[in-house]
């Protein structure tokens, strides 16, 4: 055992080289699924104030901009319903992107109920789709309260605009945006990299190596 | 012969205790002598709301060690405080702010006034309170500078043996205690490159998945943390930030588990604040925690380092002890991975041109190799330092052919590693995505695609430019226009210092210890390492210039001397001859060495971390 170990460390010096070409290949074949929350617009600059946009059953905000080559999974844009509100209904978000031709075409419907435990929160608002939905994004945001409910919350806006981001509430554009985050989803490769670098490392340890003489030369 | 023998018995005891005495001494009788020898006391005055100016008359002449303003502000405010002598002229003025995170400020006046007048540069809005005083005190942080300094005067004159027969040893005192000094007197305050990134980073990297950040956290991530002053400052900063490190109202999110390479460097801080965080220790101190295990791992790097040169150990020693490096390990930073690594890759390459006709051992070979990957994580344009390992002969490695394998092998190696800045591929990036966007966002303007078109319209122009620029640079090391030795924000101990270093590098580059052995570089191999110096300086600039000067800029900003660390140890050892040999004993040779960098250390944390904090 002793010698199989000590006398061949060329061969598994080799063997882990070899192990570590596996581990990249698998690694670039099977990818891991990530998520990423991104900031769209969260952050208040100098003087920029913010309002609120009341969610009344006849309400619907429609909001959209452009996620580039991103996967977007779902949106968190910023509801409030004051301490004193118990929201008991969900935030209800429909989505349309672009199909190859430039159509625009409706991707699916996601919901969320309000935390109740809360004042304000980003709501995150998962999106199931079919496809990728990437490009140019719109969203359509309605409140749909439950019985009895009289209270409504507000999404929260700014009086800025977002370059690419267009808000329109009842059919009027509104003068600002508002607060959102939303979460990406991508490809990655973590062990790419190290594999690619150990396999090299093992490669040129093994080739400062002696071949043993005797046993391994046969081998 | 008994007397010989007791006397060595009870020499460290005793060195330890005058140390102890005199550091004691010298802070009980010089640094407070005002409060020894003259009238301790201590007057107050109210700060009335509304008020631009407050007076506070100190009947007569007193010797005023500090002045405390503690006052409600609701935002940063400025104040001037006036010293008035006994007939009511000025003597001094000093400048300071109160924070409305500690609603208080502190100076350090220590000068003789008669009467004190604070002016805001607006009205207060709030009543408060101004205190003048003269009083005894007992520094902790000087007194362990004191004891630090007396304590490595006594080992560099005792251990005169350890000195020259063991350098690593002594090596790893000296930057221990220097290194500790650093993070014991500068604290919270942020006052390395980016620290605020560095420390998000580590701090981050401190948890695996969920991350916990607490309010003093958030205000380290955004360089909004108050700095203090002086000690007093420095005790109420300290507790303001454990008022605010509550992680039951932290922000918490998730974060992958996966350690990317550009982050590893930071792994020796995050391992450190991570068990400091489970101690419980207080936050100052979980910081403080982090940054010595920085120093801790580039002291075990470097240790090895100076352990493993076949030559020219004192050289390896002067470049380890480098005040800037000590600094870079002593805060959050990547530096220390990255000048200990390469040192230590370096050292080792080196060792393997000393020997031509010997075979490489495949462990040395696997430890460069591993040093130049960790020590390239964080700036990976390094990893071409290697390639002068292609230039080792054929007779280093078993056979003609895998010598000829190696040599592919490593330069696919040395390429992915530089490939992966723009490659990124952990998150399947493509390299023209990264181009197009690259460009610090500091600097408007800058985009790496547009500076890459720039230089390949006009490359005459841009060699000339990048010639130029280097000349300046190592030119205005020498004239005093620019510094050497910088400790970042806190400035330069001056340009005496640097030629001091430069000195002590020449020295020990040039000449050669008596016992060391006379192994020396080949012509050939002296102009390929002054090459690759020069290809790595002129990569670092060019690298700049990308993605950190607007496109078409005429100049190249943003180079700092940090960035040629790594190539200081390949330089200096072209310098190795076999004609100069240092005429007295080995222990002269290295007591100059050793003492010349503990005093220049030693100097410099006196400089600019003593002076203006604690004296």
Redesign the interface.
Known sequence: MKDLILNR?RIW?WTGAALAALVFVWSSLF?KT?YD?RELHVRLEDGEQEREIVLTPDTTVLFSFSAGDQTVDGIQPCADWGSENCPGGVLLVDVWCMDEGGERVYAGQGSAPLNAELRRAYTYIALPHEGELSGELSFAIRYVPAEGETAYPSLVATDRDIGECLTVVNEEVYGGDLLLYYVTV?????L???A??VC??L?????????APGKEACA | MKERGWLRMVRIPLAAAAVLVLSVLIEGLFFNRHALFQECYEKETAIETGSLETRLDLQGERYVKTVRMELDVEEVTDYRLILLDGQGNTISERAGSISPKLDMSVINLRAEAAELVLVFSEAVSADGLMTAANFMEWSPYRLFFLISTFGLAAFLWMGRRVVSQKPEYAFAVIALTAGLQIILMTGTNQISYDEQTHISKTWNLSYIGTVYDTEAVLELKTLTVPEFHNRFERMQVESYLQGIHDFETADV?RQ?K?I??DRRAYLPMAVCIAAARMMKLPFAMMLMAGKFGNLLMYTAVCFFAVRKAKQKKGLVTVIALLPNSIFSASQFCYDACVNSFLLLAMVLTANEFFTPKE????RN??AI??CL?VGSYAKPVYMLMGLVLLFLGNE???SKR??W??RA??T??CL??VY?VLGK????GSVTETLAHAGDIRTEGANMLGQIRHIFGAPFSYAWQLLSSMFVRIADWFTGKDQFLMYAYLGTPGTLCTWIFFAAVFFSALYRCPYERQECLSGGNKALFVIMVFGMSAVVWTVLYLSFNTVGSPVIDGVQNRYFTPVLFPFFICLANRRLVWKRNGESYHMILFTVMTGLLLYTNFRLGMMPYYL
């Open positions: 460390k010096t990818p990530a929350t991508r490809d990655t490769y973590p790419l990299f190290d690619k670098l090299l490392l490669i040129c340890i093994a080739l400062s190596m002696e071949k | 999110y992958t996966m990317y390479y075979r490489v051992r495949p070979m696997a190799i591993l990957i280093k490695f078993p895998a010598a394998m190696f092998a490593f696919v190696l992915s590693m992966e591929s952990a998150v399947g």
